[in-house]
C-alpha cells in the first residue's frame, strides 16, 4: 500500500496533480509517490515545462537520443521524474530485467537526477512495480530557510511483535493482538511515526527493494527475490529475463551452481 498525503510546494492543487501517479510500462502497473524538490523537474513561471511537452531525458548507455511515451498530465516535478525514469527504463530494456538489473538501474538514473544539481535536490520516493516489487528511494535535505528534514525511514515489524505507541499521539496498539506468528511487514515513512521502535533512516543515495517485509539494499541481494519468483511478471510480448546471465553478469554464477 502506498498513500501519500502532499504538502503543495510545487503545482495547483487538482486531480492531476495527486500522489501517487500509475502508468503501465511492459504491460505492468507502476506506481510513484514523490517527497522533496528536484531542480532539474522544476518549471517556474514562463519556463519552457513539462506540461508544454517538454521533458529532460535522462541518459540510456549514454545517450539521450530515444523516443519519450510518458508525459506528465499535471505540473509537479515529482510526475516529471515518474515518466522520465519511465523513458528511460522503456528506452534501455527490450526483455524484462531481473530485479538486480533493475536495482542498479534505477539508481544509476537517480545517480544522474541528483548529479545536477546535489545541494538543492531532494528526492524521496517509494515506486511500486506490479504486485510484489517496492523500491525506496532518498536523497535527503531541508528546502532553503527550512528546518523541517524530509528523508525516508524504515521498520521491520515481525515477531515477536509487541506495543507500538505512536510518536504525535497518545495512542498506542499491541501487535502481538493482530497478528499471526507468519506475519511481517515493512513501514516506510518520511518520518518516525512511532517512539519505541527502532527507525532506520536511508542513506543518502540509497535504494532499497522490499519484498516480504524484509529490505534488499544491495543489486545482488535482489536475486533472492528474484528465484523466489517474485521478480517483474507481464503478458505482455516481452521475453523474461536470463537469470543465469545476469549471476554471470554479478559474479554470482559458476558452472551449475550459484
Known sequence: MIAHIRYGTQGK?????????????????????????VPLFKRSGDDQGAVRGYLPRL?????????????PVGDTDSEAIFCAILNALRAQFQTL???PVLHDTIRK????????????????????????????????????GSSVWNGLYYLVREPPFSVADLEDCDYSI???KVTTPEDRVAVIATKPLTKNEEWIELRRGELILF???LPHLEPTACFDVETRGHGLKSNHVLTCPSIEEDMRRYGLFQGSGI
Open 13 to 37: 492543487t487538482e486531480l492531476a496533480n495527486v500522489h501517487p501517479f500509475q502508468r503501465e510500462l511492459w504491460g505492468i502497473p507502476f506506481i510513484f509517490a514523490h517527497n522533496g524538490d
Open 109 to 144: 538514473l537517480c545517480d544522474e537526477i541528483v548529479e545536477h544539481d546535489p545541494e538543492l535536490t531532494i528526492l524521496n520516493f517509494l515506486m511500486g512495480c506490479g504486485e510484489n516489487v517496492q523500491f525506496a528511494y532518498s536523497w535527503p535535505g531541508a528546502r532553503p
Open 174 to 176: 499491541d501487535f502481538s
Open 211 to 213: 519484498d516480504d517485509g
Open 59 to 71: 541518459a540510456v548507455n549514454g545517450s539521450k537520443d530515444y523516443d519519450q511515451v510518458f508525459f
Open 97 to 99: 530485467p531481473s530485479l
